[in-house]
């Protein structure tokens, strides 16, 4: 039944390869982001806070029309990127990366907030007393102690990622073998003819990839926790 043929593999190939650089690319931005947002107090908080999370509550497609107005050849972030340094993203599998990170990017930046939030300020207080410079009082206590927070994050934005439709399709198109990853494979065969078995291929697919990724993340954060207990 999972005998895929080679437009439905390559569509598996491409998926993973979007979800892989949507979590790479966006990992240090929403460390920072939840860093932010959770230690500090600043004017325009709440506004950062809701931009953050807008994607959880806007359609996906409205999500992909904003990306495409501000990134289009003709948006002002695009036409810069172009004239300046040749980078289109619209209609590519990079654009399809960049929706596909700004619709999980809520995800991650929630997961690892919630880990700093646990972290004991005490532990870093007591590391700085000690003589120890914020640069190493992060890296060798702060960061041990959300690396549960940030695998879970970082897990959660790649099973987002690889089920990402609406802001894909209208930023990046639905290209075979350019964009055309697993959801929009999926919708592809759901409109041709005597699609429906390799459209139940993917779907069948895309679950036991999400259990897989969900899964994963829940052994390695417990190993974690056990290995930071120890």
Request: aromatic letters at 8%; glycine letters at 8%.
């Amino acid at each position: 039944m999972l005998e895929l043929t080679p437009l439905e593999s390559e569509a598996l190939r491409l998926s993973l390869r979007v979800a892989f650089w949507a979590v790479l690319v966006s990992l240090p931005f929403g460390l920072a982001i939840a860093w932010l947002l959770q230690r500090y107090e600043f004017y325009g908080k709440t506004l950062l806070n809701g931009l953050v999370h807008l994607p959880l509550v806007l359609p996906p497609v409205v999500v992909g029309y904003l990306l495409l107005l501000l990134l289009g050849r003709r948006g002002p972030l695009g036409t810069w990127l172009y004239e300046n340094l040749g980078i289109t993203l619209p209609f590519t599998w990079e654009g399809a990366a960049l929706a596909a990170a700004v619709m999980a990017f809520p995800l991650m930046v929630r997961a690892i907030r919630l880990s700093i939030e646990s972290v004991d300020q005490n532990l870093e207080t007591a590391g700085r007393t000690l003589g120890a410079s914020r640069a190493a009082v992060f890296f060798t206590i702060t960061l041990p102690l959300i690396a549960p927070g940030i695998l879970t994050g970082c897990v959660l934005a790649f099973a987002r990622s690889l089920g990402e439709f609406g802001a894909t399709i209208t930023f990046a198109s639905n290209i075979p073998g350019e964009t055309r990853t697993l959801p929009l494979a999926l919708y592809s065969l759901i409109q041709t003819p005597e699609g429906e078995a390799g459209a139940l291929r993917l779907a069948v697919l895309s679950v036991l990839l999400s259990l897989a990724a969900l899964g994963a993340s829940e052994l390695l954060a417990r190993r974690l926790r056990a290995r930071l207990a120890a």
